[in-house]
C-alpha cells in the first residue's frame, strides 16, 4: 500500500526508520487512558524496549499493519527541524476458526490509533482509520473489533462501528 491520497493527509505503512516515534506514539496512548489498567503503578519503562523489538519484528508481517502520517513541522519547537510522526494505527488480523457467525473465521483488531496532540483535529485518525478499513476488506476480514477511547468513540461509530454483542471479560495470570 503506499501513500494514500485525496481525502485527508497522506498515509503509509510504517518503516523501520519510524520505531522510536512508533515507541513514543504508543507510550503516549497508554498515557492518554490513564487507569490502573492501562498504566499501573508498579509499572516501569521496560516495556518500551520489548515494544521496540516487537514492533521492528512486525513491521513486515502479513497479519500485521502499521500505518503512519508525518509530522509537517517542528514538533517540540527547538528549531532543529524533526518532523517526527503525526499519527500511527496499528491492526491485526487473527484466524479464528470459521463459524455460521463468522463464516472465515477471520477476525481484525485495530490494536490502537493515537495521534500527537500537536497534531489532532486535522484529520489524522479518520485517514489512518479508512486505510486499516480498506486493508480489513481487502483480506476478507469477516470482523473488525476495537477498543475506543472516549474521545475516539464518535470517530469509530461514524465509521460504522457498533457495540460488540459478546460480553467482554478478561483473566490475567
Keep these: 500500500m503506499g501513500q494514500r491520497k485525496g481525502n485527508g493527509p497522506a498515509v503509509r505503512q510504517a518503516v523501520e526508520y519510524d520505531l522510536v516515534e512508533l515507541v513514543r506514539l504508543r507510550a503516549l496512548l497508554f498515557e492518554n487512558l490513564g487507569g490502573h489498567f492501562f498504566s499501573p503503578a508498579s509499572a516501569d519503562d521496560d516495556w518500551l524496549d520489548a515494544l521496540a523489538v516487537v514492533l521492528k519484528e512486525q513491521l513486515t508481517a502479513d497479519a500485521v499493519r502499521i500505518l503512519v502520517v508525518d509530522g509537517d513541522g517542528d514538533r517540540d519547537g527547538d528549531s532543529d527541524g524533526d ?3 503525526a499519527a500511527c494505527g496499528i491492526a491485526t488480523i487473527e ?3 470459521p463459524g455460521p ?6 477476525i481484525g483488531h485495530v490494536i490502537g490509533v493515537v495521534t500527537d496532540p500537536s497534531y489532532r483535529r486535522r484529520g489524522h485518525s479518520r485517514s489512518i482509520m479508512r486505510s486499516l478499513l480498506d486493508w480489513f476488506e481487502e483480506r476478507e476480514v469477516a470482523r473488525v473489533d476495537l477498543y475506543a477511547s472516549a474521545e475516539g468513540e464518535p470517530l469509530y461509530r461514524e465509521l460504522g462501528f457498533t457495540d460488540h454483542p459478546d460480553p467482554a471479560l478478561y483473566w490475567r495470570p
Design 83 to 85: 518532523r517526527g510522526l
Design 95 to 97: 484466524q479464528r476458526l
Design 101 to 106: 457467525h463468522l463464516r472465515n473465521g477471520r
